[in-house]
């Protein structure tokens, strides 16, 4: 039975409609694609436009090589970043220190040797710690971690850079042990069992065959940590300290990049003043920490990487 004419108008709307939709379709997953890329050149540029101010009326020189960090001097002041880079890579270090062979041990486990029953269990329960909010971490290590180290080692001050370096570190085992997990986890099962047909044990299978198999994986996972580590901002705000040093010393207070900028956010300085704009410079700084850290995790993930 052949179709009435208004059937026939109605199937010619229909396809009229399916084809506009699929023309505007496109567009609008664009536009919301392209939000994170437009919000992204906001900030490089706010940053930009602001750290240019700062270097009007500060030196770019004194900036970068100046050892000195001294924002609030009555008499003169002094920007030399160094100190807060070094602050910065203090706690940095420890918490690396702390992450690498806490993440990847773990990683070695759930790949290797937890059962899947072990495995579901653990692993998100492990994840559970990257959902902690970092003003608790730096309430912990404040109230709890410090005490503690100052237990054993009496000439460490209330605030210092061991204490929320170990804290910092704790904060990113899971980022590091649920990657290098995945990386493990995507080693082909068949490699693992031709090592064990050869009479590897199960610990040389994981050490010798597993581990360098996923090393583009780990790596990864470890300077993306690092990267996080880097940025992290309430808990050295809180246990860290607030003394810009440029020296070997961990036990006593120091100051980052990121706490410094929430020092002068709390309202230390007023607006359109150079230590104003001085956090912009800071926080340019620690961008491209971050975005050397990342570039580096994407190169490694890259270069390393092995096809099966």
Known sequence: ????????????????????????????????????????????????????????RV??????????????????????????IVGTLK????????????GIGAAIYLSEYASETVRRVVKPVLEILAGIPTIVYGFFALTFVTPVLQSFFPEIKIFNAISPGIVVGIMIIP???????DAMSSVPKHIR????AMGSTKFEVAMKVTLPAA??????????????AIGETMIVSLAAGSTPKMDGDFTGSIQTMT??????????????TTIYYSIYAVGFTLFVFTMVMNILASYVSKRFREEY
């Open 175 to 181: 980022m590091i042990a649920s990657l290098s997990e």
């Open 59 to 84: 030196p770019i020189t004194d900036f970068l090589f100046g050892t000195t960090w001294l924002p609030f001097s009555n008499k003169e002041a002094m920007f030399g970043i160094w100190p807060l």
């Open 259 to 272: 706490s410094y900028i929430v020092q002068v956010s709390k309202g230390d300085a007023g607006y359109g």
């Open 91 to 102: 706690v940095t270090l420890i918490a690396t220190i702390v992450a690498v062979p806490i």
């Open 193 to 196: 069992e031709g090592a064990l």
């Open 1 to 56: 039975m052949r179709p009435s004419v208004q059937e026939m108008i109605a199937q010619s709307k229909g396809k009229r409609n399916k084809k506009l939709i699929e023309k505007f379709i496109p567009v609008i997953l664009f536009l919301i694609a392209s939000v994170s890329v437009l919000t992204t050149i906001g900030i490089v540029v706010t940053l930009i436009v602001e750290t240019i101010t700062f270097f009007t």
């Open 215 to 228: 090393l583009s994986g780990i790596i990864a996972s470890v300077v993306l940590a690092i990267s996080r």
